[in-house]
């Protein structure tokens, strides 16, 4: 492999910066055009829930909550996951609401995790209309809970946060974009420069005669060109 001279990549960099530049801000550009025109926005909407104490479903009576409680809604907290997204809770989502979608294509749309060491659970729904999104996740809270009821025979399920329509769309981060855009840019500019030198054979000064085939370079040419522009320079 051959050695490469670090004093002639940086000057082959130098001399090649309009190159550099044209490639970060095309890149740039079509990082802000995808954002802007092609993709299409996604809007988000959570709630969350939080497992209470234990209430017969049956009776009106207000629940409490104890030690045992806390012990058995950690071991639901999986469970109630799962059935959060089940086709059951999603197709009556679907019929509810007289959505198009298909019981897979909505549960894409859905994410339900479990807040670390809490008995919390958020649902958050994405889509591409904010008040669709809104609509789908207060649904889902409200088929859950019932579902919960009917299952088990009990009532534990609260709404901690209530859902809000998004002003914004969640994946519409302009100045990311361009962040990562003018990254991606100078690397890949780099690596074309890169390349382009490493396999660019041609003999452009004396120096690189004498370390290429190790011999004395007694004489060579200057170029006129060169001193032209420079005789012009110092003239005006």
């Known amino acids: 492999m051959e050695e490469i001279n670090l004093k002639e990549l940086f000057l ?3 001399s090649k910066l309009l190159y550099l530049v044209a490639i970060v801000v095309t890149v740039c550009f079509v990082g802000v055009f995808y954002l802007t025109v092609v993709q299409q926005p996604r809007y988000e909407s959570s ?3 939080i497992l209470t104490g234990f209430s017969n479903a049956d009776k009106n009576n207000e629940a409490t909550i104890s030690t045992n409680d806390l012990t058995i809604n950690q071991k639901l907290l999986a469970t109630y996951q799962e059935i959060t997204k089940s086709k059951k809770v999603l197709e009556q989502v679907i019929q509810s609401l007289s959505l198009s979608y298909s019981v897979e294509t909505l549960a894409k749309h859905v994410s339900v995790t479990g807040v670390t060491d809490t008995e919390i659970i958020k649902i958050t729904v994405t889509d591409g209309d904010a008040e669709r999104a809104y609509q789908i996740v207060g649904k889902i809270a409200e088929i859950f809970s019932e579902e919960v009821k009917t ?3 009990v009532s534990n399920v609260s709404i901690l946060d209530t859902p809000s329509i998004a002003s914004r769309a969640s994946n519409m981060g302009l100045q990311k974009s ?3 855009s003018f990254a991606l840019g100078v690397i890949l500019s ?4 890169f390349i382009t030198y490493y396999f660019d054979t ?3 000064n004396a120096n690189q005669i004498e370390a290429k085939v190790d011999v004395l370079v007694l004489g060579s040419i200057p170029d006129y060109r060169k001193k032209k522009v420079q005789k012009k320079k110092r003239g005006n």
């Open 12 to 14: 082959y960099f130098k």
């Open 151 to 153: 299952i088990y025979n």
């Open 47 to 49: 709630t969350s829930l």
């Open 202 to 204: 041609t003999i452009k």
């Open 190 to 193: 780099c690596i074309l420069l």
């Open 178 to 180: 361009i962040f990562v």
